[in-house]
């Protein structure tokens, strides 16, 4: 599931979420509402492009990811692992659910 928000300072930003609700991917700001529907709407040909998942380790020793888009511009990020391994399920839960997602579900 895709939600979109819209923020207080007029940006929208979405997040990516499993059947069950958890969050896969939290966007970056979108200055308009046609700008993150374009986004949203190509995360689907992301999955037949290349993309990259920028790996990452916080001051904490928690792990995370970015995603980025194949001109290397940042789509969003992922929540907080424990572990590198529970970083990699999150990346292969997000490959697997960009893969399924509808064409009315990302609008």
Do not use: C, P, W
């Amino acid at each position: 599931m895709i939600k979109i928000n819209k923020q207080e300072n007029n940006t929208y930003n979405f997040s990516l979420n499993t059947t069950t609700g958890n969050a896969l991917l939290y966007s970056v700001g979108f200055s308009s509402k046609e700008e993150i529907k374009n986004v949203v709407s190509g995360l689907k040909l992301l999955d037949k492009q290349h993309y990259k998942f920028e790996r990452k380790t916080d001051h904490n020793g928690n792990f995370l990811f970015n995603l980025k888009d194949k001109k290397g511009q940042l789509i969003g990020n992922s929540q907080l692992y424990g572990s590198e391994a529970g970083m990699e399920n999150g990346i292969k839960n997000l490959k697997k659910r960009i893969a399924i997602l509808k064409v009315s579900e990302s609008l």
